[in-house]
């Protein structure tokens, strides 16, 4: 959870930068790769990570959010989109909330979570999904850059042996 606006500020910066790494290597093409038959494809979950934003209505934040079900086919776009709106985030929270609103307790879907809290769910729900889609740009042949430490690309461009 987070208790100060800056920690989360800090956070997200770093994690949506990873993400729109990932987001920048995909190709139209890779849009369509899916696990399996009946699973959600890349484009969808990239879709959904930028669409989700808009959740954070609840909070009192007021961001401009995409349509969820307005997908667009350019990796580009959505790239794009995910640029911009990472960013409206980081502005939102900065320009609207103030420290002492994120211990404010809010109804969010079911449940009642504090506006900390759910900052915290909307930053996990990024990384969880930013994983999916590393799987799938390995099976869509795409280069996968590192998130936490170098990826096997990364490794290899070294000149090292990634761990196996």
Same mark, same amino acid.
């Given at each position: 959870?987070?208790?100060?606006?800056?920690?989360?500020?800090?956070?997200? !910066?770093?994690?949506?930068? $990873?993400?729109? %790494?990932?987001?920048?290597?995909?190709?139209? =093409?890779?849009?369509? #790769?899916?696990?399996?038959?009946?699973?959600?494809?890349?484009?969808?979950?990239?879709?959904?990570?930028?669409?989700?934003?808009?959740?954070?209505?609840?909070?009192?934040?007021?961001?401009?959010?995409?349509?969820?079900?307005?997908?667009?086919?350019?990796? !580009?776009?959505?790239?794009? $989109?995910?640029? %911009?709106?990472?960013?409206?985030?980081?502005? =939102?929270?900065?320009? #609207?909330?103030?420290?002492?609103?994120?211990?404010?307790?809010?109804?969010?879907?079911?449940?009642?979570?504090?506006?900390?809290?759910?900052?915290?769910?909307?930053?996990?729900?990024?990384?969880?999904?930013?994983?999916?889609?590393?799987?799938?740009?390995?099976?869509?042949?795409?280069?996968?850059?590192?998130?936490?430490?170098?990826?096997?690309?990364?490794?290899?461009?070294?000149?090292?042996?990634?761990?196996?």
């Amino acid at each position: 959870m987070f208790t100060n606006v800056q920690s989360f500020i800090n956070e997200y !910066r770093l994690e949506s930068a $990873s993400t729109q %790494k990932q987001f920048d290597s995909f190709t139209d =093409a890779s849009l369509k #790769q899916k696990i399996a038959p009946d699973h959600r494809t890349l484009g969808y979950l990239a879709w959904h990570i930028v669409a989700t934003a808009g959740k954070l209505a609840p909070t009192g934040l007021i961001i401009h959010a995409v349509d969820p079900y307005e997908q667009p086919v350019s990796a !580009r776009a959505i790239a794009e $989109s995910y640029r %911009k709106t990472a960013n409206d985030v980081l502005v =939102a929270v900065k320009q #609207q909330l103030t420290d002492d609103m994120l211990h404010k307790t809010i109804q969010f879907y079911e449940n009642q979570w504090t506006i900390g809290y759910v900052l915290y769910g909307f930053l996990k729900h990024e990384i969880h999904h930013r994983g999916q889609l590393t799987v799938l740009m390995r099976q869509a042949g795409l280069p996968v850059a590192g998130m936490y430490g170098p990826s096997k690309e990364e490794w290899l461009g070294m000149g090292m042996q990634p761990q196996k």
